[in-house]
């Protein structure tokens, strides 16, 4: 009998949480008049956690076919693209997964670039959560990369007509260790596509060798960082965008009884969003938006919370409803507690609590998007951005997933177009 994989069951755990949705009713017009207009190496995925192709697979299994993905891309130049569909949202896997690539194709940290987390250029991947981003996203870019390493070593071998095992990889070139003679990954490759499956078991370096992976090197973009050079998603502007915020209720599953507008719509410039029990505003600056958030006057209808000190013991009494086909792991049991307290010559008996700690990012909550009358983009800073894409966008805005890119921006390398009037939510 065939058992689902434990990361599997992790991924529909995390995502049968009951979460806030909303679901908008907007006309195309409607929706138009408020937001404005405006070498690849091929490797099979191990893993349902990172899927090849830039589609989502809405069924996953433990069955991955041999298809290839887009992780690689070495230009003419030589420069080096490797496309990881994980979040760098402060573990610094940006500079972990480059080394591991650096390692495999023999060059510098600093001659590789990441593209992470963008619905258009990287494969699926279900998320950055559950420490997977190195045992397993690690291992697929060092196997990509080690493929490509031999792969470049046999096309030199065949350019020369010279036995593979003379050749050695090293500084972006490949060296024939007898003659001397040498040429660039990039002269070999002309930016052309290198498409190999990877193979099952790829010659990658043994631990006990590495010169880069494994080894304390500086941050990738450190300096940016530090310097307060880094933009984050709160830090993008675009001409005539537009700045929305949303009124939030002082407590969970509140519904909105009464809104009165009247305040805030005697401020110039600004568009109301009133959708059931969701309220925001826009404007052409983020002052002008709050000041109309502030004039709003809201009525909520709200359930009892608990308070800290009640937070255990309702968490203990309220557990998540059980999910069809999901099975659930919030305790493992192994022997018996009865047995082994019977056999006790000593049994203690105590309870231990600890603080309530959930996931919260550092910067602020914004999302930045586009809508063209077909097609949206999305820059968000959120760990999941597939799953924005469906849920978010495709679910909530009624926008088919095909016509909607997201993207992780937490990198000052990505540029985005000059669209005209894009609505921020921070």
């Not at 408020?34 to 090849?52: D, F, K, M, T, Y």
């Not at 603080?355 to 820059?379: F, K, M, Q, T």
């Amino acid at each position: 009998m065939n058992q689902t994989p434990e990361f599997l069951i992790e991924d529909e755990q995390h995502d049968s949480i009951r979460r806030l949705a909303h679901v908008f009713h907007l006309e195309r017009r409607d929706f138009l008049k408020l937001l404005g207009g405006g070498v690849l190496v091929g490797i099979s995925a191990s893993s349902p956690a990172q899927e090849s192709g830039g589609a989502h697979r809405q069924n996953s299994d433990d069955n991955i076919p041999d298809a290839l993905a887009a992780w690689i891309h070495i230009a003419e130049d030589g420069a080096i693209t490797v496309n990881t569909g994980k979040v760098e949202i402060g573990q610094n896997i940006r500079t972990s997964l480059a080394q591991q690539v650096a390692e495999e194709l023999r060059v510098p940290i600093s001659a590789i670039q990441l593209v992470m987390a963008d619905t258009a250029l990287t494969p699926f991947d279900a998320g950055t959560f559950g420490s997977r981003t190195t045992p397993i996203m690690g291992h697929q870019l060092r196997s990509a990369a080690a493929t490509a390493r031999e792969l470049l070593i046999e096309m030199a071998g065949q350019r020369w007509h010279a036995d593979a095992a003379t050749l050695s990889a090293a500084d972006g070139k490949i060296t024939n260790t007898k003659t001397q003679r040498s040429i660039s990954y990039g002269e070999l490759t002309k930016g052309q596509q290198l498409a190999k499956a990877i193979a099952a078991d790829p010659a990658v370096t043994p631990a006990k060798d590495w010169k880069i992976a494994g080894e304390s090197v500086a941050k990738v973009d450190g300096r940016a960082f530090i310097t307060g050079r880094h933009r984050y998603t709160s830090d993008l502007t675009c001409p005539g965008m537009l700045y929305g915020k949303v009124l939030r209720p002082s407590a969970f599953h509140a519904t909105l009884i009464s809104l009165d507008c009247s305040a805030a719509e005697k401020i110039p410039d600004i568009q109301l969003v009133h959708d059931g029990d969701f309220v925001a505003v826009a404007a052409p600056d983020e002052y002008t938006a709050t000041r109309a958030l502030n004039a709003l006057r809201a009525q909520w209808k709200i359930t009892p919370q608990p308070s800290e000190s009640e937070l255990y013991n309702y968490l203990r009494k309220n557990p998540e409803p059980a999910v069809k086909g999901v099975r659930r792991r919030d305790r493992q049991v192994s022997g018996s507690i009865e047995q082994g307290l019977a056999s006790a010559d000593k049994t203690l008996a105590q309870t231990y609590t600890v603080a309530y700690i959930a996931h919260v990012p550092l910067e602020p909550r914004a999302a930045l998007a586009e809508w063209n009358g077909n097609d949206s983009a999305y820059a968000t800073n959120w760990r999941k951005h597939y799953a924005f894409r469906l849920n978010a966008c495709a679910s909530s805005c009624q926008i088919p997933a095909q016509h909607t890119v997201a993207n992780t921006w937490v990198t000052p390398r990505l540029k985005l177009p000059a669209w005209p009037k894009l609505p921020v939510n921070r």
